[in-house]
């Protein structure tokens, strides 16, 4: 028998402008990129000070996770072991590759910094958002060239319906070159307040909205 | 119906074909056959535009990387990583007229840390469109080679990259969408790559230890593995004997973004999910091909992980002392090892190990041995505190 399955709350970030469950929560559309992910941690004054270690990837989905999920969290009753964190991006970590690069290739002063060289991997941002919130389950980093609604919903929806995850963080995370774009949403079986069914026609309309 | 009889009635993953190109072959029975004679491939390089210092590295000849592909009489320009995975795919398909690469049934999975990194500093640079940066443009290269019609996939999670594809193309399989997965995992050794472990200080000085109680790092590599997976046993070749993929899963440690869990906590998750899964008792499992990076938190972690999950007494070993860490590729060069393992009955020694010097007593095999092997499970953990695991069996019919 089909299961459905349900976004119980998401969160984008891109133009200047944060929105939550559908509602715009913060804008300022003349910051550049890596300010305004900064403006807005401030704004809703999240205290983790690991934050300013981040790079501009990982501070984005930590922005976008910790907004989403302050609105909404994840059902006490699921343990850390059965939430799953499956979030995709376009350009992996270039942002930060390129920083790496620049350092490597001064012939000044060519020495790596292991602070810098750890954010070389896209899959770090799942780390923080898994120590942030203490999630333990399946994680998964994909590269598309633009998001994908299909596999990630037909993906996840597998994932939960055969009983391998209870519930997953999912979605789209991307930062490079002055542009940037965040997409991130909860899926579990059970509805909750926002209650919108996960496939792929739902996530298109939100993501495209 | 009963989750028993439901997983009875669910499609197997069937192995079809692999290969690995690494500095010791470019097929996986060259590379088997070297290490059953515990023939290393990794060698100190002195080479400036990898590194300021000598370096104990395991590096594709790129001599015979590139008279090996002309044989393929392409006319466009292929990267170092792209060469790598459309010779290593050419060998699968060669080994297996089953599988149709041109089929919209087939997916084509890319498992990649930095895919074509060096391009960001490399002469080559000029001869590709930025766009070639781009992992997923990447894979879409390699697709579009082989006239595969499906977009690729591509998992970049760090080292555990090899082992969540693997355990991607079986879950995906199960959907039926798809018939046959070409799995496919590469990564090329570049300054980049050289000069960010040796930033965290994590290079061995001479050719790695795992396990051993003289390890003091890592001996990085670069190289290419792929296993193409079917739902179809029809396409399997040895019709008396097939290997499987039975299960898979992955964990997150939540601890630290840089460093080994000091508990295991994370992989033992990985482990008794994959075996849950894979029905199988730690009693019944006849091998671990660990992870091994040969540092000292790394392996004592995975000593912890494997101590708990009481498969201690299971022999066990670590490949990288042979390969090197070839990152993206570690999950399927090492697996493909395993199939061989299996399919021969043999244990390969660990190379370079002689004396235990991790936290919990583990078997670690010393010497290339026959042994039953009917199945095994290997593991693998990142940075970003990622762990997992999947687990292989195999079939006989009589």
């Given amino acids: 028998m089909e299961q459905k399955n349900h976004i119980n709350t998401f969160c984008l970030v891109k133009n200047g402008s944060i929105s939550i469950d559908g509602t715009i929560s913060y804008e300022n559309r003349s910051l550049p990129a890596a300010d305004f992910i900064k403006s807005a941690y401030k704004h809703f004054q999240i205290n983790y000070p690991k934050f300013y270690k981040m790079d501009q990837l990982s501070r984005l989905a930590f922005l976008a996770s910790e907004l989403m999920l302050k609105n909404n969290p994840i059902a006490h009753n699921n343990a850390a072991g059965d939430i799953a964190i499956i979030i995709a991006n376009s350009a992996s970590s270039l942002e930060t590759d390129e920083e790496h690069q620049r350092t490597i290739s001064d012939k000044n002063n060519n020495v790596a910094s292991p602070a810098v060289f750890v954010y070389t991997l896209p899959n770090i941002l799942i780390g923080e958002i898994a120590i942030r919130n203490s999630i333990k389950g399946e994680n998964t980093f994909f590269i598309f060239d633009k998001f994908d609604a299909d596999f990630m919903s037909g993906y996840i929806n597998s994932l939960l319906n055969s009983n391998k995850i209870k519930c997953c963080i999912a979605g789209w995370v991307d930062f490079y070159d002055k542009n940037y774009d965040a997409f991130l949403y909860t899926v579990e079986k059970d509805k909750g307040k926002l209650g919108i069914e996960h496939n792929s026609e739902q996530l298109k309309n939100i993501y495209n909205n | ?398």
């Fill in chain 2, 1 to 398: 119906m009963e989750e028993e009889e439901f997983n009875n009635l669910k499609s197997q993953a069937y192995i079809l074909a692999d290969n690995i190109i690494s500095p010791l072959g470019f097929s996986s029975s060259e590379n088997f056959e070297q290490l059953k004679k515990m023939q290393t491939g990794v060698k100190r390089i002195i080479d400036p535009n990898l590194s300021v210092e000598p370096l104990f590295a395991g590096i594709v000849d790129t001599l015979k990387l590139d008279i090996e592909f002309q044989k393929l009489n392409t006319q466009n320009e292929f990267t170092r990583l792209e060469k790598m995975v459309i010779l290593s795919v050419t060998d699968c398909l060669n080994q297996n007229q089953h599988i149709d690469i041109q089929s919209p049934k087939t997916l084509i999975i890319l498992s990649t840390t930095k895919g074509n990194i060096d391009l960001l500093e490399s002469d080559d640079s000029s001869k590709f469109d930025k766009k070639r940066v781009y992992l997923w443009e990447t894979a879409n290269v390699i697709g579009r080679y082989f006239n595969n019609p499906n977009q690729p996939i591509v998992i970049s999670n760090a080292c555990i990259s090899g082992v969540l594809a693997i355990v991607l193309g079986k879950r995906l399989l199960e959907e039926n969408q798809y018939d046959t997965i070409i799995v496919s995992g590469a990564d090329v050794l570049s300054h980049f790559v050289v000069s960010g472990f040796q930033s965290f200080k994590a290079i061995s000085s001479e050719i790695a230890k795992p396990y051993d109680t003289k390890r003091d790092g890592i001996s990085l590599g670069e190289g290419c593995g792929t296993i193409v997976l079917s739902n179809s046993i029809q396409k399997v070749i040895n019709k008396q004997e097939q290997l499987i993929v039975k299960g898979g899963a992955s964990s997150n440690d939540a601890n630290h973004i840089s460093g080994p869990s000091r508990t295991g906590e994370g992989m033992i998750l990985a482990i008794n999910k994959t075996l849950t899964e894979s029905n199988m008792l730690p009693t019944e499992v006849d091998y671990i091909s660990g992870h091994g990076t040969a540092t000292l938190y790394n392996d004592d972690m995975e000593s912890l992980a494997i101590s708990d999950s009481k498969l201690d007494k299971v022999p066990m070993n670590s490949l990288k002392s042979y390969f090197g860490h070839t990152l993206g590729a570690a999950g399927l060069i090492e697996s493909i090892i395993g199939l061989h393992s299996m399919r021969e009955n043999t244990l390969i020694g660990t190379y370079n190990y002689s004396e235990l010097g991790v936290t919990m007593p583990i078997n670690i095999i010393k010497k290339t041995q026959p042994a039953k092997v009917n199945n095994f499970l290997k593991t693998a953990a990142g940075f970003g505190g990622c762990n997992a695991a999947v687990f292989f069996q195999k079939v006989q019919n009589n």
